[in-house]
């Protein structure tokens, strides 16, 4: 008799969500699979939005999200309740996606349990250990104990292995964000919030812990002169709910008749938002990654970044949390019809929306073994 193999899928914020759901989707049409789902609900709301998008259903919630959490008590308790998740889920492999809290605990849960641990997005660098912080950390710990490295693209695996992870356990497979844009692009996501139709629209997000404080008010003050500078364009920024980034952004922008701030839109209409876009000012890894799919121009508002590709393909930009630079480059794209047309061209380095089916294949390879025909699941 075979034995269905029991693969946890963690998911823990929203990016997580995101690019798991191709793989959670992709997963459960494998008959050797048994597919379990844990939210650790690291974020709550924005998690759950992006679930319900995609139909995801949690087999476990941990609902570890606290206001203002703090990244040490994080750590701990999601520590602890990976150890009791393990113990009774007794998984055959853990997946988890990228580089947050969640995903550094679980890896490190897997490795005191001797369960094998698949990273998804493997093998991001920016080389400096506190930037981002902490996420540079993480990926370098779930990288020391991945047994499978899903890594994006061919750079991130020349990152691995440069750091010694030996080139069986690495496989190039895309980006799953790719896949997960695909599929919400193909739904003609309408926008939920009020636009003018004859404004060009800058799209913001920002959330980085490395820019709170005086770097994030700088951002804010550049977005400011953008919009006292420009009467033809409109911002829209909906705002991530960390309250060092909520607080700092409504007192500096709100009420100016060309910022409208919003919460966090879902995934559908962000999705929207991102295609209706003039060009975007972001911090954020997976707008990088779609932002050039759609044709977008990005300007990244930090100093360094993890993903290469598309700033050497000339489509995304550095500009970092400086003002002059992200209003002198802002403005270069509003007046200098050259330069925007030579970022805006939908070319898409970091996969073409078949990374989940790489992943599941591989998965398959490793632990798939005969269909089965009965429903038992978890017999050692
Ligand atoms: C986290 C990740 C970051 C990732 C980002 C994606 C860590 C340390 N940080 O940052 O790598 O890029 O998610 O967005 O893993 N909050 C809510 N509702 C939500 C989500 C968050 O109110 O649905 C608020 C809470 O007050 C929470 C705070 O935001 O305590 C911070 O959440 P946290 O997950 O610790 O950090 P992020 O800044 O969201
Ligand atoms: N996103 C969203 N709604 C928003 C802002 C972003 O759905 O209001 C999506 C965005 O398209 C991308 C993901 O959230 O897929 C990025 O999440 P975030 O910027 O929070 O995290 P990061 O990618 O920086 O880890």
């Avoid at 020391?144 to 890594?151: D, E, G, K």
């Avoid at 980006?175 to 996501?189: E, F, G, M, S």
Wanted: proline share 7%.
């Amino acid at each position: 008799m075979n034995i269905k193999k029991r693969i946890l899928c963690v998911v823990g914020t929203r990016p997580e969500a995101i690019k798991m759901a191709p793989v959670i989707m992709a997963l459960k049409t494998e008959p050797w699979a048994a597919v379990r789902v844990l939210a650790t609900a690291q974020h709550r709301h924005m998690l759950d939005q992006v679930l319900n998008l995609f139909g995801v259903e949690p087999d476990v919630d941990l609902d570890i999200m606290r206001p203002n959490q703090a990244l040490t008590t994080l750590t701990a308790r999601l520590l602890l309740d990976m150890e009791d998740v393990i113990q009774s889920e007794k998984p055959d492999a853990v997946l988890a996606q990228g580089d947050t809290t969640t995903v550094m605990t679980v890896a490190l849960a897997c490795f005191y349990g001797r369960i094998p641990f698949g990273h998804v997005e493997a093998g991001l660098r920016s080389g400096d250990i506190s930037n981002p912080f902490p996420e540079e950390m993480n990926r370098v710990v779930a990288g020391r104990l991945a047994r499978w490295h899903f890594a994006p693209t061919e750079n991130a695996r020349q990152n691995l292995l440069r750091e010694g992870v030996p080139q069986h356990s690495i496989y190039v497979t895309g980006n799953t964000v790719i896949d997960a844009l695909q599929t919400v692009a193909a739904k003609h996501p309408e926008i939920d919030v009020a636009l003018d139709p004859s404004k060009r629209l800058i799209l913001v997000t920002a959330h980085r812990r490395e820019n709170f404080g005086t770097p994030f008010r700088e951002i804010c003050r550049a977005i400011r002169a953008i919009a006292d500078r420009n009467e033809n364009i409109q911002v829209l920024y909906p705002v991530h709910p960390n309250p060092n980034v909520t607080r700092v952004a409504y007192d500096m922008l709100e009420g100016h008749p060309r910022i409208s701030l919003c919460p966090p839109l879902d995934y559908l209409p962000f999705v929207g938002a991102m295609q209706r876009a003039y060009l975007i000012l972001s911090d954020s890894g997976g707008v990088q990654e779609e932002a050039p799919a759609l044709g977008k121009p990005v300007l990244v508002l930090r100093r360094e970044t993890e993903r290469p590709e598309a700033v050497e393909t000339g489509v995304v930009k550095l500009v970092g949390p400086e003002f002059n630079n992200i209003v002198g480059e802002t403005q270069r794209l509003l007046d200098d019809e050259q330069a925007y047309k030579q970022m805006a061209r939908g070319v898409s380095p970091y996969g073409d929306g078949k990374a989940a089916n790489r992943i599941v294949g591989i998965l398959r390879q490793s632990l798939g073994g005969e269909v089965v025909a009965d429903e038992t699941v978890g017999v050692i």
